[in-house]
């Protein structure tokens, strides 16, 4: 299993290949394990049971934000066509979905 690294540091890490050249003369930290998968503050399931599709709409909150805009996840993929957006937003659209079919 490969799992992701991420680099804590306090100062330039120049990367060259897999040699790491440490700019300044500073520490850093390398922390390994598996990332959290962000957890959604609202979810919609639409399913149409004549066909059996399913759509499901997750929201989630972005750091440092004033609560209004969320990153969205479509059936367990980040949404290309609209990563952030409101609740408005994406009930708009939910709803222009359902109409359209």
């Not at 805009?69 to 990563?83: E, I, S, T």
Request: charged fraction near 30%; proline fraction near 4%.
């Amino acid at each position: 299993m490969i799992r992701p690294r991420t680099t804590r540091a306090r100062g330039n890490l120049l990367v060259h290949g897999e040699l790491y050249h440490f700019a300044g003369g500073e520490e850093v930290e390398f922390v390994e394990g598996n990332m959290s998968r962000p957890k959604a503050r609202y979810s919609v399931a639409v399913k149409d049971h004549a066909t059996g599709e399913r759509l499901k709409v997750e929201l989630i909150g972005l750091p440092f934000s004033d609560g209004r805009r969320f990153r969205v996840r479509v059936n367990g993929q980040w949404a290309r066509k609209l990563p952030v957006a409101s609740k408005t937003i994406v009930a708009r659209q939910l709803r222009g979905r359902l109409v359209k079919h």
